[in-house]
């Protein structure tokens, strides 16, 4: 190994240890980032240019140097995002206790967490004040629950919701280490895999939030992977999988289906379709009950209906029809309907343009879930990550440009305490332009013949770093 590479190494591994200490001590010291918000993204800031500068050193690296850099820096990253308090969201506390009421035996979708204090370790009122919603009953699906309760068997000698952390950090590494896989099959270098590996709203989001995207991702990258490779059986046994992680996974079904279909036949498609559908029942088969699916629709109809956070169309379409909130009737029983029908739409239009080749396949992907978040009632920043994973494979700049600016929306917390347009305008306004151009460019495209069905393709372009900076020009 040359002098001039182990300094590029060295330079680079210095940059992202950095960029670690002072996640942790952003941990350690000082307020936690929802109570100083500006601090906390003054840090990504820093962050994301220290992590630019270190993936321009690391994309340089010949292949099997560059994936054990990629993946050691996910690692340290993750590492150092532990050190922070849970403050951006307070969903790890329900993950938390749902893995309590597992761990002492009893069904998690049978009971609102209030009708179970006291009932045994771990479910005591401290904890359930801790909880933004005492009277749903869970609405995380049973691979989720596993995790959730492996987590609560480490209690009392480690905190539940580090466990927690812990778990859904190493499973992100996971998803690293099969999005590289992905970009291989793409004929693609590792170095674009660090848009998502070393991107710091996925390690913040992961390790130092914990949210269950963090298991589906890995699983329907896992997916992807089997699929583009011709094997449709275990293809649908992952995405069940990452959807009994987070049932948005459902989302990729379809595109899977109709790639399937042009790779090995539309019967074989269609059995591991049923083989996809009953493995994704069959882990709800230890919760089966008769309100097991009465409960589960309550609390999905519950949150669909009272919550909303950094929406832009729904607030868009809301205020358009002269919603105040206190003053003017609400709306959304005409807003919601829209909203589906126009969720539907965008998913039909990205099975409509796939055309059998790979990489029409991945984006497609990527813009199905991009969709799904801007048409939802609420967009937090990390329904982002399998999008931005599937993206990144297929060189959007639109997800890359979505994962800097999305954690604008926690400023709502602090200075503001409400929703700004300005800060909606910010992030999204730019978001949609880089949308509606790159869709253009890669509709307009027409695919080589070489990325059919199930020819390699032909290109391994490199990236130019870990920018955001990706070309808005290369074929679906």
């Given at each position: 190994?040359?002098?001039?590479?182990?300094?590029?190494?060295?330079?680079?591994?210095?940059?992202?240890?950095?960029?670690?200490a002072a996640?942790?001590?952003?941990?350690?010291?000082g307020p936690?980032?929802?109570?100083?918000?500006?601090?906390?993204?003054?840090?990504?800031?820093?962050?994301?240019?220290?992590?630019?500068?270190?993936?321009?050193?690391?994309?340089?690296?010949?292949?099997?140097?560059?994936?054990?850099?990629?993946?050691?820096?996910?690692?340290?990253?993750?590492?150092?995002?532990?050190a922070?308090?849970?403050s951006?969201?307070?969903?790890?506390?329900?993950?938390?206790?749902?893995?309590?009421?597992?761990?002492?035996?009893?069904?998690?979708?049978?009971?609102?967490?209030?009708?179970?204090?006291?009932?045994?370790?771990?479910?005591?009122?401290a904890?359930?004040?801790?909880?933004?919603?005492?009277?749903?009953?869970?609405?995380?699906?049973p691979?989720?629950?596993?995790?959730f309760?492996a987590?609560?068997?480490?209690?009392?000698t480690?905190?539940?919701?580090?466990?927690?952390?812990v778990?859904?950090?190493?499973?992100?590494?996971l998803?690293?280490?099969?999005l590289?896989?992905?970009?291989?099959?793409?004929?693609?270098?590792?170095?674009?895999?660090?848009l998502?590996?070393?991107?710091?709203?996925?390690?913040?989001?992961?390790?130092?939030?914990?949210?269950?995207?963090?298991?589906?991702t890995?699983?329907?990258l896992?997916?992807?992977?089997?699929?583009?490779d011709?094997e449709?059986?275990?293809?649908?046994?992952?995405?069940?999988l990452?959807?009994?992680a987070?049932?948005?996974?459902?989302?990729a079904?379809?595109?899977?289906?109709i790639?399937?279909?042009?790779?090995?036949g539309?019967?074989?498609?269609?059995?591991?379709?049923?083989l996809?559908a009953?493995?994704?029942?069959?882990?709800?088969?230890?919760?089966a009950?008769?309100?097991?699916?009465?409960?589960?629709?309550?609390?999905?109809?519950?949150?669909?209906?009272?919550?909303?956070f950094?929406?832009?169309?729904?607030?868009?379409?809301?205020?358009?029809?002269?919603?105040?909130?206190?003053l003017?009737?609400?709306?959304?029983?005409?807003?919601?309907?829209?909203?589906?029908?126009?969720?539907?739409?965008?998913?039909?239009?990205?099975?409509f343009?796939?055309?059998?080749s790979?990489?029409?396949?991945?984006?497609?992907?990527?813009?199905?879930?991009l969709?799904?978040?801007?048409l939802?009632?609420?967009?937090?920043?990390?329904?982002?990550?399998?999008?931005?994973?599937?993206?990144?494979?297929?060189?959007?700049?639109?997800?890359?440009?979505?994962?800097?600016?999305?954690?604008?929306?926690?400023?709502?917390?602090?200075?503001?305490?409400?929703?700004?347009?300005?800060?909606?305008?910010?992030?999204?306004?730019p978001?949609?332009?880089?949308?509606?151009?790159?869709?253009?460019?890669?509709?307009?495209?027409?695919?080589?013949?070489?990325?059919?069905?199930?020819?390699?393709?032909?290109?391994?372009?490199?990236?130019?770093?870990?920018?955001?900076?990706?070309?808005?020009?290369e074929?679906?």
């Open positions: 190994m040359g002098r001039g590479r182990l300094i590029r190494i060295g330079s680079a591994a210095l940059l992202v240890l950095a960029v670690a996640s942790a001590w952003l941990g350690l010291e936690a980032p929802r109570d100083d918000v500006m601090r906390w993204l003054t840090l990504l800031g820093g962050s994301t240019s220290a992590l630019v500068a270190a993936g321009l050193l690391v994309s340089s690296l010949p292949r099997r140097e560059a994936v054990i850099a990629i993946l050691a820096g996910a690692v340290v990253l993750r590492a150092g995002a532990l922070a308090p849970v951006l969201s307070d969903d790890i506390e329900r993950y938390v206790w749902d893995g309590a009421v597992l761990a002492n035996g009893m069904d998690p979708y049978a009971h609102y967490p209030e009708d179970l204090v006291g009932a045994g370790p771990g479910l005591d009122e904890r359930l004040e801790r909880l933004n919603s005492p009277r749903y009953y869970t609405i995380y699906p691979l989720a629950q596993a995790a309760g987590a609560a068997l480490t209690e009392p480690l905190d539940g919701a580090l466990a927690l952390r778990i859904f950090a190493a499973f992100d590494v998803a690293v280490w099969a590289l896989g992905l970009l291989a099959r793409l004929r693609r270098a590792p170095g674009w895999a660090l998502y590996a070393w991107c710091p709203l996925v390690y913040w989001e992961v390790a130092a939030g914990g949210h269950t995207e963090a298991l589906m890995p699983l329907l896992l997916g992807v992977n089997a699929a583009l011709g449709a059986p275990k293809a649908a046994v992952f995405v069940a990452a959807a009994s987070k049932l948005t996974a459902l989302v079904g379809p595109l899977i289906v790639y399937l279909a042009h790779r090995v539309l019967g074989r498609a269609l059995a591991s379709l049923a996809g009953a493995a994704f029942a069959l882990g709800f088969a230890p919760f009950s008769e309100t097991l699916i009465p409960h589960l629709r309550e609390s999905a109809m519950l949150f669909s209906g009272r919550f909303s950094n929406a832009p169309v729904y607030y868009a379409l809301r205020d358009s029809m002269g919603y105040v909130e206190g003017r009737p609400d709306v959304d029983w005409m807003v919601m309907p829209a909203l589906a029908a126009a969720t539907l739409l965008w998913l039909a239009l990205m099975a343009v796939q055309d059998g790979r990489r029409r396949f991945v984006a497609g992907l990527a813009f199905s879930f969709g799904l978040l801007l939802a009632r609420v967009a937090h920043p990390w329904y982002l990550l399998p999008a931005l994973a599937l993206g990144v494979a297929a060189r959007s700049p639109t997800l890359a440009l979505a994962s800097v600016l999305l954690p604008l929306s926690y400023l709502r917390y602090e200075p503001f305490d409400r929703e700004e347009p300005m800060v909606l305008a910010l992030q999204f306004v978001i949609l332009i880089t949308l509606l151009v790159e869709g253009a460019v890669r509709l307009l495209a027409r695919s080589p013949a070489t990325t059919r069905v199930d020819a390699p393709d032909a290109e391994a372009s490199r990236p130019r770093g870990a920018s955001c900076s990706v070309s808005a020009t074929g679906a």
